[in-house]
């Protein structure tokens, strides 16, 4: 290249990689050197500088004492600067290039009536908040559920959406908190490498002049560790619960010393006089499955049945669901209920369509994924009980990203195999639906970290349950 002709061309899949004992010897090499001259050279050939401060804890272990943190990485800095880049006016003639970011933050608003509020609080207008501190959940929301459908509909570059694809998947693969094995550490490194040989071919293009986006964010992807252990999102939630316990305004640092002192003494006095540990009362251990609740009674007018095709769909399906032929309404024998609302055991509430007659939900989550063959999310519906078990009727999706079927073909399933809520988004052009799944980064986030505010999550428990 024109700023550097002579750098070696190199292969992800055959990165060379520093050791504890070759970043020892670049230190002392450093420390020896006779020349600011030489320090510089050495710091140019080995990309080491100098020794910093931490580096003197007996735990430091090169290169895994400084792991990747997911939250600045991630969104703080790759989703922004891919963002950013293209939607420069100097990206305007490469086919990286959105010329439609003002019309994608318009459907960005809109889209937050079928996203859960258990998920997060409100997005934002990108294009228009961009500038005006747009929090991390936020590009997590962006990166993670609306960019890829919403430039799907808006017709942006297939090959460049293929390419943010790959980020995309390499990030959902990352913060899932699962175990994995060296096959499974083998994928991610394929998906990352072809993001970023990807990334090379369109955002630098071999030109010289664009070397700047050759950023250091974005290629260090590649040096893949744990996102749970090297995440400082723990150290700074630590932190800031220790602030909330500072009282004194004129000596914070004392306040500070003196709990941080006290609590370390009753750990060691923990250790040497453990039986004051027995006065504390045990917690109980778990005896029951986790509690699970219908609300929002609704009566069924049976009188009126025949004029309300609906309801008597829905009825036919569950009786069809349960095995017994309906002669007469009610069934003899049979206690039919009808609900609008149900607590799963995670404590998500899911709603269904008969909920809106109460009140009309500012966010909706009637959507749920459900351990059923094959395992496809669903669209829930009026819930039923009876005989006695609670049933879901709902609507199919065909396909992952398709469309709803016909109103005529309705399902049944047990509530207890319903695994998690999802949000979905209905594209502008093509009607297919999305399937929005909660990512599991926002587990890392606390409440006020997500933005809920007050009225966000459903206080269900003041819903009508007569």
Known sequence: MKFNPGRPHYS?????????????????????????????????????SRLPLCV??????????????????????CMVFLWDTMTSPTSTSEPIHFSKSAQLGVLIPPAMETLPSSFCGPI???????????????????????????????????????????????????????PRNKNDLNLLHGLISRFLL????????????????????????????????????????????????????????????????????????ILVYPDLLESESPKPEPTSAPSTKLIQFHRIAWTKLASNANLTAEILAVSAHLGFNVVQWPPAGVEIQQ?????????????????????????????????SSPKMPCSG???????????????????????WATDSCLKVINVSSIRSLVGIWVGINTKEVYILRKHPGLAYLSTDER?????????????NED
């Open 198 to 269: 990807n990334y090379e071919r369109l955002f630098i293009a071999g030109d010289p002049s664009k070397i700047v986006r050759a950023r250091l964010c974005i290629f260090q992807l590649i040096h893949n560790r744990s996102i749970r252990l090297g995440s400082q999102a723990t150290v700074e939630r630590a932190i800031g619960e220790e602030a909330h316990n500072i009282h004194s305004k004129k000596a914070p640092f004392r306040n500070l010393t003196n709990i941080i002192y006290q609590r370390e003494l009753f750990k060691i006095l």
């Open 339 to 371: 609900w609008g609302k149900f607590k799963l055991a995670n404590g998500n509430v899911l709603q269904s369509q008969l909920s809106k007659e109460h009140s009309t939900p500012t966010r909706q989550s009637e959507w749920f994924e459900a351990n």
């Open 451 to 463: 933005r809920f505010q007050e009225g966000d999550i459903e206080d269900n428990e003041e819903d």
């Open 12 to 48: 992800t899949d055959n990165l060379p990689m520093r050791t504890q004992e070759q970043y020892w010897d670049t230190i002392n090499c450093l420390t020896n050197a006779a020349t600011k001259k030489d320090e510089t050279e050495i710091t140019r050939a080995t990309g080491v």
């Open 124 to 178: 934002r207008d990108i294009h228009l908040k961009r500038n005006s501190q747009y929090k991390i959940y936020e590009w997590m929301a962006i990166l993670h559920w609306y960019f890829i459908p919403i430039a799907i509909e808006l017709s942006f570059n297939s090959v460049v959406l293929v390419t943010l694809a790959l980020f995309v998947e390499a990030i959902e693969f990352e913060m899932t908190v699962k």
């Open 381 to 403: 519906s009026n819930l039923l009980y009876g005989h006695p078990v609670t049933l879901a009727v709902y609507t199919p999706l065909d396909n992952v990203k398709s469309s």
């Open 56 to 77: 003197a804890s007996p735990a430091f272990i090169h290169p895994s004492f400084f792991p990747l943190d997911p939250f600045p990485l991630f969104y703080a800095n």
